[in-house]
T-cell receptor, first 110, second 114 residues
Framework: DQQVKQNSPSLSVQEGRISILNCDYTNSMFDYFLWYKKYPAEGPTFLISISSIKDKNEDGRFTVFLNKSAKHLSLHIVPSQPGDSAVYFCAASTGNQFYFGTGTSLTVIP | KAGVTQTPRYLIKTRGQQVTLSCSPISGHRSVSWYQQTPGQGLQFLFEYFSETQRNKGNFPGRFSGRQFSNSRSEMNVSTLELGDSALYLC?????????????FGSGTQLSVL
């Protein structure tokens, strides 16, 4: 039972444009959400997080939006750079356990 | 500060064998969790240890086990390996379990079962 879903396995974006990665979840008990970035042959690295009491969190080029009523999370990258090409995982937590999505492979085309 | 260290990086085994993977968390981190990553399946939670006690276990068969030592280092063991166990095994550490914590991942152990 996949409680966190990333329905787009891949996404291609031109350099300089916006990348929007989406994530849906089913468990209303999730209270903390995170995005991780993973390069090949490396472990995932933390990118940005958001608590369920907020609907937006920004860190430089990265912004995460949370829509609790829709149980939807999105990551915006503006502007996209070739170095952003990686697999992005969203994750959700109840404080007891983390649940990860299946990942979206982002390719930023120079 | 050194990151999460996993050894070995690569492992090739045959069906029926057993394997032990090792994880050293970031200094000061007392919580260690393990994940299995396979193509199309994302990161599947195996188990979490805190203060040498298993806090949580994912939906994996009993062939998958783990433990944590007093210095917070952790090992996971897979017995009677099957072809489907081929995956990247990731270890993550955090200061402690609970709300609002971030996981810090190692580079993983790539296990191939032939």
């Amino acid at each position: 039972d996949q409680q966190v879903k990333q329905n787009s396995p891949s996404l291609s974006v031109q350099e300089g444009r916006i990348s929007i990665l989406n994530c849906d979840y089913t468990n209303s008990m999730f209270d903390y959400f995170l995005w991780y970035k993973k390069y090949p042959a490396e472990g995932p690295t933390f990118l940005i997080s958001i608590s369920s009491i907020k609907d937006k969190n920004e860190d430089g080029r990265f912004t995460v939006f949370l829509n609790k009523s829709a149980k939807h999370l999105s990551l915006h990258i503006v502007p996209s750079q070739p170095g952003d090409s990686a697999v992005y995982f969203c994750a959700a937590s109840t404080g007891n356990q983390f649940y990860f999505g299946t990942g979206t492979s982002l390719t930023v085309i120079p | 500060k050194a990151g999460v260290t996993q050894t070995p990086r690569y492992l090739i085994k045959t069906r029926g064998q057993q394997v032990t993977l090792s994880c050293s968390p970031i200094s000061g981190h007392r919580s260690v969790s393990w994940y299995q990553q396979t193509p199309g399946q994302g990161l599947q939670f195996l188990f979490e240890y805190f203060s040498e006690t298993q806090r949580n276990k994912g939906n994996f068969p009993g062939r998958f086990s783990g433990r944590q030592f007093s210095n917070s280092r952790s090992e996971m063991n897979v017995s009677t390996l099957e072809l489907g166990d081929s995956a990247l095994y990731l270890c993550a550490s955090s200061l402690a379990p609970g709300q609002g914590v971030k996981l810090f991942f190692g580079s993983g152990t790539q296990l191939s079962v032939l």
